[in-house]
C-alpha cells in the first residue's frame, strides 16, 4: 500500500492550490480519506476528512470555506484544493486514509499515510 502526495509549492497568499494524493495498492472508495498538515514545529493537525461514500466531507475550522476535498474513482485519487492561501497554512501536507468508517480528525485513527507535501504561502 502507498500513498502518493503531491502538488505542494510555493504561492502568493490569496492564491490556490491544489494537492493530489493518489494511491497504489487500495481503493479510495473503501476508504476514509483525510488530509492533515504540520508545521515547522508544531504537532500534526487536521485538515479535513472525505467519508466513504465520496460526499460527506469534515473541515477543521481554520480551513472551512477555502479548502474542498474531492475524489475521482476513476483516477483512484483524492484532491485537496485550497483557495484563499494564507501564510499560516504553510506547512507539509499529508494524505492518509482508514477502513474506518468514521470522520476521525485524530492522526491516530489512520492506517496508511502519504510521504507528504510542502505547501509555503509567501509574498
Known amino acids: 500500500v502507498q500513498l502518493q502526495a503531491s502538488g505542494g509549492g510555493l504561492v502568493q497568499p490569496g492564491g490556490s492550490l491544489r494537492l493530489s494524493c493518489a494511491a497504489t495498492?487500495?481503493?479510495?472508495?473503501?476508504?476514509?480519506v483525510a488530509w492533515f498538515r504540520q508545521a515547522s514545529g508544531k504537532e500534526r493537525e487536521f485538515v479535513g476528512v472525505?467519508?466513504?461514500?465520496?460526499?460527506?466531507?469534515v473541515y477543521a475550522d481554520a480551513v472551512k470555506g477555502r479548502f474542498t476535498i474531492s475524489r475521482d474513482d476513476a483516477k483512484n485519487t483524492v484532491y485537496l484544493q485550497m483557495n484563499s492561501l494564507k501564510p499560516g497554512d504553510t506547512a507539509v501536507y499529508f494524505c492518509?486514509?482508514?477502513?474506518?468508517?468514521?470522520?476521525?480528525?485524530?492522526?491516530?485513527?489512520?492506517?496508511?499515510w502519504g510521504q507528504g507535501t510542502l505547501v509555503t504561502v509567501s509574498s
Open positions: 492518509a486514509a482508514t477502513y474506518r468508517n468514521s470522520a476521525m480528525r485524530t492522526p491516530s485513527g489512520y492506517e496508511n
Open positions: 472525505l467519508s466513504q461514500n465520496g460526499i460527506t466531507t
Open positions: 495498492g487500495l481503493t479510495f472508495s473503501s476508504k476514509t
